[in-house]
């Protein structure tokens, strides 16, 4: 079983130093640096790096453990071993879905900012001045 699980454990710890380098060049690169980030993005950040931190702690700690436990046919060990994970797995499931939670309520994903741009686009064609070509749209509405 082992054999089998390794290349994902493996697979895992290069998703989480692709995410951190892909992640951090955006914002250094695109984005203006740490500064100009608005405060959901960096709570989001700090819940990827605690899940991170989890992974790395399951990957070298319990997964370790759990390993040497089977291989040596202590059962009883690997089963405690196994449930270490199980509880680990699941409180980064939970802190997973709060950062999308908190993701989705940012400025961009807010339904009230999607309103406001909904709004915002309607008076925006409603208007000569600020739109050229209104009075294609004018046309639609009537």
Do not use: C
Not at 35 to 47: D, R, T, V, Y
Not at 69 to 93: H, K, P, W, Y
Not at 133 to 139: C, E, G, L, N, V
Request: charged share 10%.
């Amino acid at each position: 079983m082992a054999p089998r699980v390794w290349p994902l454990l493996s697979l895992g710890l290069g998703g989480i130093v692709l995410l951190l380098a892909s992640g951090y060049a955006a914002i250094i690169l695109y984005l203006g640096g740490f500064a100009e980030l608005p405060l959901h993005i960096h709570i989001m950040q700090g819940i990827g790096i605690i899940m991170m931190l989890l992974f790395l702690h399951l990957y070298f700690a319990p997964w370790r453990r759990f390993r040497m436990a089977v291989d040596a046919s202590e059962f009883a060990l690997a089963t405690g071993t196994l449930n270490q994970i199980r509880m680990i797995v699941a409180i980064n499931l939970v802190l997973g879905l709060v950062t999308v939670v908190v993701g989705a309520s940012g400025p961009s994903g807010s339904w009230r900012a999607r309103r406001a741009e909904y709004v915002g686009a309607a008076t925006f064609i409603q208007s000569d001045t600020k739109f050229p070509r209104a009075d294609t749209f004018r046309h639609v509405a009537q």
